[in-house]
């Protein structure tokens, strides 16, 4: 039998065939992950270039990023900060203990820190071991997207493209905080999303 050159792809690390190769962003990959990572390339580089030299923590801990940020990315709009999520108490303990952060603000559920420029708001009031966990509190669908550096991809919501490019608000009923979901409402509407009434009702009804 001849011999088969193998070559380890730089994202999964399987071992493939050399002229299976696919050169993509400076890395060599297999096709299966070229498929994966040429899908939303420009939505990952605008949200990498955003996060900068921070990535490399993001991943060691396994962590989430989601909400507003994942909006902004895929509308293109400007990101203002960036809420951090995690899968258990000892990977934010970790994440707190092992890396020097410049804390700006606390409170019981969050605290927030700059990294350069960049605000970041490390959430904490629960841990979530998959991004849907995290989408069931949100309040809107548009806000249902995450990046998982465990994973390494998006993951979306089946509504979140939808309803951004159709700049619609849908509300999800199982919000935990319904009130600050009232008032988002005007925020969206000045960024040019619309309500319908039924679906503002659902707020209010959450919040009686």
């Known amino acids: 039998m001849c011999d088969v050159i193998a070559v380890e792809c730089n994202k999964c690390?399987?071992?493939?065939?050399?002229?299976?190769?696919?050169?993509?962003?400076?890395?060599?990959?297999?096709?299966?992950?070229?498929?994966?990572?040429?899908?939303?390339?420009?939505?990952?580089?605008?949200?990498?270039?955003?996060?900068?030299?921070?990535?490399?923590?993001?991943?060691?801990?396994?962590?989430?990023?989601?909400?507003?940020?994942?909006?902004?990315?895929?509308?293109?709009?400007?990101?203002?900060?960036?809420?951090?999520y995690f899968r258990s108490k000892n990977d934010l303990r970790d994440f707190m203990t092992e890396n020097e952060l410049f804390i700006v603000y606390a409170t019981d559920k969050s605290f927030t820190f700059k990294v350069g420029d960049t605000i970041f708001q490390a959430i904490y009031f629960d841990y979530f071991e998959k991004a849907e966990d995290i989408f069931e509190r949100f309040d809107f669908t548009v806000c249902m997207g995450a990046y998982d550096f465990l994973e390494d991809?998006?993951?979306?919501?089946?509504?979140?493209?939808?309803?951004?490019?159709?700049?619609?608000?849908?509300?999800?009923?199982?919000?935990?905080?319904?009130?600050?979901?009232?008032?988002?409402v005007d925020k969206y509407k000045k960024k040019g999303y619309s309500i319908s009434k039924g679906e503002f009702i659902k707020i209010l009804m959450i919040i009686n």
């Open 153 to 184: 991809d998006f993951i979306l919501h089946k509504d979140f493209l939808r309803h951004n490019s159709q700049k619609t608000l849908r509300v999800n009923t199982a919000t935990d905080y319904p009130i600050i979901s009232a008032l988002r």
């Open 13 to 84: 690390k399987d071992l493939i065939k050399k002229e299976e190769i696919v050169e993509f962003d400076k890395l060599h990959i297999c096709k299966k992950c070229f498929e994966k990572y040429n899908e939303y390339s420009f939505e990952r580089r605008k949200l990498f270039e955003k996060i900068d030299r921070f990535e490399n923590i993001l991943r060691n801990y396994n962590c989430f990023i989601a909400g507003g940020v994942i909006t902004s990315v895929f509308t293109n709009e400007e990101i203002n900060d960036i809420d951090i």
